[in-house]
């Protein structure tokens, strides 16, 4: 697959330890059109072994509490290496402290959100960052 294919195909990529909020995902995207199989990491360390082999996807969503690289430790990754601190990044969490908050915005996150309880508010997450991010902004070419 190319770069470009890829791009296309994976516009969102998706970083979350929990199989069943992946599954989650997958599903409200779907339902939105957005076909993100094959776009969803399990851990940080997986999205920058992607990342590194060239993938640049349109815009990075992911959880804020996973084990051994946290969404904070990817987060500093992303914004400190140059061909990528271009790539929005969404952090969310279903517990979100104040310090979290403020520790991901002072990294550069380009938003955090609340994990959403139910799959109606999923979807409608998932609806808003395909609108805003996927068709609004425009991205910064590679």
Known sequence: MTQREWEHRCGVLVVDDN????????EAARDRGIEIQGCTCSTA?????????????????FDLRMPCVSGLDLLKILKSQGEWRSIPAIAYSAVLSPADVREAYALHANCVVNKPQDFEQLRELIRLIDEFWIHWVVPVEP
């Open 19 to 26: 199989p069943g909020d992946i599954y989650l995902m997958i």
């Open 45 to 61: 360390t997986e999205a920058i072994e992607r990342l590194d082999k060239g993938e640049r996807p349109r815009m990075i969503l």
